[in-house]
Structure formats: C-alpha cells, structure tokens
C-alpha cells in the first residue's frame, strides 16, 4: 500500500440531504481527505396526477460535481481516478439519443403506494425473493419502474394481464440508477454498477445478473416491458472510461485522462468496505439518514424465514452479499430537529445530544421502523401518538425525544444483528458503525449496551474512504485484496471502542418484550 509519490482520488458522495466532493490523498500507507466541496441535496415537490410528487434536482447535483471536481484538481492536484457514489433504488430514464427523457422520482415520491400488493397479487412475494432475495419497500426500484409504465414513461408490454395494447408512439428507454447517470455523463458509457443494481429488484443475487426469467413475468403478468431498457452490468472496480475534458476539465498527472471506476457505487457498499474490521465475525452499521445494519456474507440468504423478517440480500464489492435490514435512522431525528427550529427553537446537536444524555433511559421506546415514520413532518407529534397507542409516557421536554429516538435506534440495532445472525448462521462477535451517525457518541454507546457487543467507531468519512480504496485499486493505483483495503483505512482513521455495560442488558430485555411482543 505505498507508494512512490502521493496519489490524488476524487470521490463524490451523494446523500438524500446533502452531497459532497472528496479527494483522497493516498501516500505513506495512509489516506489524508480533504473536501473540495459541499452542497444540500433534497427533493423537490412539484404536482402530479394524483397529488404532490418528489424529484431529484439531478442538474443541480451535476453543476455542483462539477464544481466540486474543477476544485479538486486546483486545489489539490490532478485526480488519478474518480468514483461516484449515491444512495440506492432512484434513476433516470435516457432517450433513443442519450438525453435525459424526463424528471427523476426521488423514492419518497409516494407514486409507489400500493404498486407492490398489486405486483404481488401477480408474482408472489416468495418467488420474487427467491430470486432477488430483496427486502420489500415501497420505493424499489422494481416497483417504481411499475408505476413509471403506468405514467407512461416506459413502453407498455404487447401482451399485459389485462389485454391493454402497447401505447402508440412510445420510445425505447435506457434507465441508469443514479451513481451511473453521473457516471455516464461523465464518461459517455452506460453502465450498471452490480451494488446498486442490486436494490432494483431485477437482479439474480446468486448469479450476481440481471434475471431474464424475473424480467419476462414482469412482461407477462404485470406488463411492464424492460427489453433494451437495462445496460450491461459491470462490477466494482471496472474502469468505465476517461472523464470527458469536454464536459469537464478534469485530468490526471502528466495531463493524461483521469479514469472514472466503477466503485462500489450503492453508498453503503463502500461504506462496509470501509468497515476497519481484521476478521470476519462483525456486523456493521452504517449510519446515516437510514442506517444499514448487517453482516457481510460469501453467499444471499434466500429462506422464507429470512423473506418474512423481511432482511435484504444487496451485492457488495469482491463477491461479497450485505445482508441487512434498513432501520429509518436519523432520519427521524433530522426531522425533528427541522420542525423544532421552524417553530423557533434553536438548539445546537451539542445541547440536543447533552439533553438526550441527561434524560431518563428507556422511558418512551418506539418501532423506529413504523411506517408513520416514513414521510417528512413532526417527528415528536407522531413519537405522541405512538406513545399513546402503545400506552406509554409521552416524552415532555425535547432531551426526552431525542433520548427516544437514540434508544430506539438502538433497540432497532439489537433486533437487526441478532436476526441477521440467526437467520444466516454466522456468529457476530464485534459491531462496527461507520459514517456521519457515530458523531453520536451517546448512540455509539447504546448501541453497545442494546446488543451487548463491543461497538468500533469510525470513520465518519466510511462511504468516501471506501469509494476511494476501489477506485484507486481499479484504476491500478494500489493492490490488495478487502482484508489490505481494510488495513489503509484502519491506518488513515480515528477509532473509537465502546464496551457494553452488562447492568444494562435487563432494561433492553424488558424494552423489547414490551414494544414487540
């Protein structure tokens, strides 16, 4: 992992909330990050047929990498590769000519509401799972691609369920997930990144493809027609092509084309590669705007019962599976926080977090997971109402909402990692959090305590040291296989340890049996 002169890695790294360009400078065994530019990221709403629909500002997204790519190589030095990294499910829709045929949905557009019970009465839910071994949301991007056709955004089937003649007129599509239409317009290549491709629902998580059995009883039982529609998929690490100097002037030393590598380019699969474990027997959670709480498997749990705890088999880097479930995460707290200060409370996350530290324990717990939780509003409105529902003390000063969302967060954790590991079979001896989430200390040690396991904390920065490992190892900057990437970013990170308080393990008991069962 050394090397002759310092290595320049630009890394973008998109969030729901906000985005960022990284560069890291690879040199001495150790990566120095330094950021070239931020910027906040949110969907739009804009009316639709049936009510209010949310987008992606996607050409705001681009003026920013670009930006954020020019600084990276004045500022820093010319960039010997580059990888993009986004959240999961989301795309866009090019034309027959390679331009953008329309808005991009973002995946709390509620045009999704009800799409999957009516692809299920169609397809059942075991035998599609029995293939993509995908957790069942709204937002995937399989059922999202069923109410595009519905829009008439993609081109009906000739032959549907219900006899409905192909629309006249319609135009042939390519959908690029997000990570690949940056990529793409970066490049001019249309790829599929397999970790992100995975969370569309159209890929055989055994045969790491897409699944032509799968996408022709999309055809012939719901009507959806994807021939044509999905690019060929490449793993993590492919060099999809030179940045276009054209599009940006972007390049590497002696002025030669700065590669763009396919990395890991769904956020959490270069997040776990950030994960600075030495063995094999962590979970992880990265932890974020949702955290993704799992454990990194050889091979996809395909089982009924893994299908009805409803856990989620999505495709990482070197053939590896992550297992997990997606908890709602601080998102919950973020919304909170939104509406406190809109009401004209200003408080600092220091004084939220030393409110939250001081405030009874385990005093008001909710299913972070309840889909109450799930669309933007008043966050401590609706911890109320579940409070009454499940007959339990209402939380009455900001301190003890905050403290219910830490503690559910990590009730939500124990119940993850014990799962995952019953139903996979592997044992799990430490927890690993990476990303934004540990600047938590107060929920990095509940977490501890919740699941009884030591917690390792850090980095914050996992998604972007992650992207930059594969991307500097595609573009043959460095070499090694996950165990060597690992070590680079254990030697670039500040870790903090977390040991659990065996005196608190009876409270987390009695908490879960009153909240579940």
């Excluded at 065994?29 to 047929?49: A, M, Q, S, V, Y």
């Excluded at 209010?52 to 004045?74: N, P, S």
């Excluded at 192909?166 to 599929?192: C, F, N």
Aim: negative net charge; aromatic residues 6%; proline residues 6%.
């Amino acid at each position: 992992m050394t090397n002759a002169r310092p290595i320049h890695v630009g890394a973008v790294d998109l969030g729901a909330s906000s985005g960022r360009v990284m560069v890291g400078t690879i040199a001495d065994g150790r990566i120095e990050l330094t950021e070239t530019r931020r910027f906040t990221n949110g969907p739009i709403p804009l009316p639709g047929p049936d009510g209010e629909r949310l987008y992606w500002d996607v050409l705001h997204l681009w003026d920013e990498i670009r930006e954020g790519l020019l600084a990276a190589v004045r500022d820093v030095g010319p960039l010997s590769a580059v990888g993009i990294d986004t959240w999961g499910v989301d795309y866009g829709l090019l034309s027959p000519s390679g331009l953008l045929a329309g808005q991009v949905a973002a995946y709390r557009c509620p045009r999704t509401r009800g799409v999957p019970a009516e692809v299920f009465a169609a397809i059942p839910a075991a035998e599609l799972y029995a293939v993509n071994g995908l957790q069942v949301q709204d937002f995937n991007t399989v059922f999202q691609l069923v109410a595009e056709s519905r829009d008439g955004g993609l081109p009906r089937a000739t032959a549907t369920a219900d006899g409905a003649a192909p629309s006249a007129g319609d135009a042939q599509r390519t959908m690029l997930l997000l990570p690949d239409l940056l990529t793409y317009w970066l490049t001019g290549r249309p790829v599929a990144e397999i970790t992100n491709a995975s969370t569309t629902g159209l890929v055989d998580a055994r045969e790491r493809a897409w699944s032509a059995p799968l996408l022709e009883r999309l055809r012939t039982a719901v009507g959806v027609d994807l021939d044509g529609v999905l690019p060929g998929i490449v793993e993590p690490g492919t060099v999809v092509g030179p940045v276009r100097r054209d599009v940006v002037d972007v390049f590497g030393p002696d002025g030669a084309p700065t590669p763009v590598v396919a990395v890991g380019s769904h956020d959490t699969a270069s997040a776990v590669i950030a994960v600075p474990a030495a063995g094999d027997d962590f979970a992880y959670v990265s932890c974020g705007t949702w955290s993704l709480v799992g454990l990194e498997l050889d091979a996809p749990v395909l089982t009924e019962a893994s299908r009805a705890a409803n856990f989620t088999n999505e495709l990482g880097v070197d053939g590896t599976v992550r297992y997990l479930k997606n908890v709602m995460g601080l998102w919950v707290f973020n919304e909170a926080v939104r509406t406190w200060r809109a009401q004209g409370l200003e408080l600092s996350y220091r004084e939220l977090d030393a409110a939250a530290e001081a405030a009874e324990p385990l005093r008001t717990v909710v299913d972070i997971n309840d889909p109450v939780f799930f669309d933007p509003g008043d966050m401590a409105a609706r911890i109320d109402d579940f409070a009454i529902r499940t007959d339990q003390p209402r939380p009455r000063s900001v301190g003890e909402y905050v403290r219910c969302i830490d503690d559910s967060l990590a009730l939500a954790y124990r119940r993850a990692v014990r799962e995952a590991s019953e139903l996979s079979g592997k044992h799990v001896g430490v927890l690993h959090m990476v990303g934004g989430g540990i600047s938590n200390r107060l929920l990095c040690r509940l977490a501890a305590d919740a699941t009884g396991l030591k917690v390792v904390a850090g980095p914050a920065e996992g998604t972007a040291l992650g992207n930059m490992v594969v991307a500097a190892r595609g573009a043959g900057l460095i070499e090694g296989d996950l165990t060597a990437l690992r070590k680079l970013v254990h030697d670039s990170t500040e870790i903090t340890e977390y040991a659990p308080d065996p005196a608190a393990a009876a409270g987390w008991e009695a908490a879960e049996r009153q909240l579940f069962q």
